[in-house]
């Protein structure tokens, strides 16, 4: 436990803002009603570049979705392709999950999401314990550490019910993320990085 938790995340936030690349290998489980799904999942970030490899979900064998400044476009084992602008709406469209990948790529690093103000809690080392952002509820169950960085390790995503717009979104949705190896992790202005 840290002195001043409050001090700690100010100083915890600003060593992760710079953060623009990283690779990750984990795993991905998601539940809605009575249908659920796992993945292996191995996310490489490089600033606006993002490519997500889920293998297994769906019956499906691998999907592919790349993302970058100009849209995002999802591949399937069968060299099926889907394109969209937006990645969330791209993987709804395709698959019918509706997983929060924009928040994702703040909430990874144990950071909020820039935009709508949370609610937050923090743990005894100042680090985020549960943030409640854009109607989902994260908990940061586990952190490790990551060359300079210290990183979440497993996650628990949930939508509060009604909290999406229309029907699809409205039923409760479980994301559980469990990072099993943080690499390449480089910060745009800062050049630190971790392994």
Known sequence: PVA???????????????????????RLALRAADQGWHATLNWERNGENHRM???????????????????????????RVWREADAELLLYRATGWVVPLDGMNFWVLGLPAPGSAPERQLDEQGRLKRLVQAGWDIQFLEYTRSGAFELPSRMYITRRNGA????????TLEVRLSIESWSGIRGQESGVEGR
């Open 164 to 171: 999406g717009g229309t029907a699809a979104e409205a039923d």
């Open 53 to 79: 490899d889920f293998t297994g979900p769906l019956g499906r064998g691998h999907l592919r979705l790349v993302k970058d400044g100009h849209g995002a476009e999802l591949r399937d084992a069968d060299q």
């Open 4 to 26: 001043d938790a409050e001090s700690a995340w100010q100083t915890h936030q600003a060593s992760l803002r710079p953060v623009t690349a990283w690779s990750i290998r984990g």
